[in-house]
């Protein structure tokens, strides 16, 4: 059984820093890419960062420059770091895994979802 478990969320002020963490919980092969997403009350579920097996990052433009994905291959982990956060970043934000293989010798891949963590930015 694969789970992503997430945490780091919370409430800041803006300007202020948060650090999100996805840890994969089960033996896994490989995995193409891992993300972060993040919905808003009334929002579709965006993109906010991925970062592919050979450690290639995307951003989204609303956060390019004040965010940065990172991963731990070793603690099977990634992290959102989150800086100058601004009230518009308020969301619910998730973790994803694209493409995971389970078993080097099953070429069938499966995607996976964390159960979502709360940033609240709020004077």
């Known amino acids: 059984q694969v789970q992503l478990v997430e945490s780091g969320g919370g409430l800041v002020q803006p300007g202020g820093s948060l650090r999100l963490s996805c840890a994969v919980s089960?033996?896994?092969?490989?995995?193409?890419?891992m993300g972060w997403y993040r919905q808003a009350p009334g929002k579709q579920r965006e993109l906010v960062a991925s970062?592919?097996?050979?450690?290639?990052?995307n951003y989204a433009d609303s956060v390019r420059g004040r965010f940065t994905i990172s991963r731990d291959s070793d603690k099977k982990t990634v992290y959102l770091q989150m800086d100058s956060l601004r009230p518009e970043d308020t969301a619910v934000y998730y973790c994803n895994a694209d493409g995971v293989r389970r078993y080097s010798w099953s070429p069938s891949t499966s995607n996976y979802w964390g159960q979502g963590t709360q940033v609240t930015v709020s004077s």
């Open positions: 089960g033996s896994i092969f490989s995995f193409n890419a």
């Open positions: 970062i592919t097996r050979g450690e290639r990052t």
